[in-house]
């Protein structure tokens, strides 16, 4: 082989070795550090912790009679009121939630339970849905209070949508809870009927009774809420059976 040859294998060889070697060197420095480790969820008193402080100044009790009124008129029910944190956790055990599952709080308020399920559980998604622009601002807020202190999962959701629950899609729920205690019949019935659409083997958790009959109620616990020490909390389950009735 010529000196000529044995140079260009020479010069290819070297700048082969650079390109590799930056290469690698910059994937590395793009991989995320070790102190950097995204969670998937946290033990049960960190959580109340980490909340309780989110929360601090946060209240979705006072909102403007303009939107009381706008809330009414859509059809809903402006009153607030809360599920405490150890009854919403309670309840998430009993609904034993899943990496498959997705939770949904129809009429979430300032995004409390939201919030807890996604970092008290598995749940691969965790959505609120409120009609109360001032209480869906201030659940937002919360939410990116929350991201700052915890680094997000991103195989896993948490969101707020400012939209009424008769018109909202949450038909990849496989968990509802709804505080509708209330919600008055008419929009009671128009919750069931979007209900009994959804995936077979849905739970659903409901502070007042369904009237439809559609929905296979399967039992009634009793847990303290902020305006009452027991409160009936209703769990129904979406049945196969009264779909094909249905159709
Ligand atoms: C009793 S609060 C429950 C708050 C929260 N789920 C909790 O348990 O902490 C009910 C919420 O439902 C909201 N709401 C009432 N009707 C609604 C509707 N049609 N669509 C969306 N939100 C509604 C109210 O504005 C209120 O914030």
Known sequence: MSKKALLVI???FVVGGSIFYFNKKSTNSCAIPKEVQLIKKIPV????????????GISGFGISDKEVKFIKKAGGAATYGEIKFES?????????????????????????FVLQAYLTTDVKK???IE??????ELAVK???ATAENDLFDPNREAKFLNENIITADFSDATIVFTCSTCYSEELMEKIAE???KLKPGTKIASLKEFKSGRLKKIETLKLPMTWSEESS??????????QKAKA
Do not use: N
């Open 194 to 196: 979007k209900l009994i």
């Open 233 to 242: 909390v209703y769990i129904y389950i979406v049945e196969e059976e009264a």
């Open 10 to 12: 020479f010069a290819l």
């Open 126 to 128: 965790s959505v609120g």
């Open 45 to 56: 008193a960190e959580a109340r912790e980490k909340l309780d402080k989110v929360y601090e």
């Open 88 to 112: 919403a956790q309670k309840l998430l055990d009993y609904l034993k939630p899943t990496k498959d599952d997705v939770f949904y709080d129809l009429g979430s308020g300032v995004g409390k």
């Open 131 to 136: 009609l109360s622009g001032t209480r869906y």
């Open 142 to 144: 919360a939410l990116k």
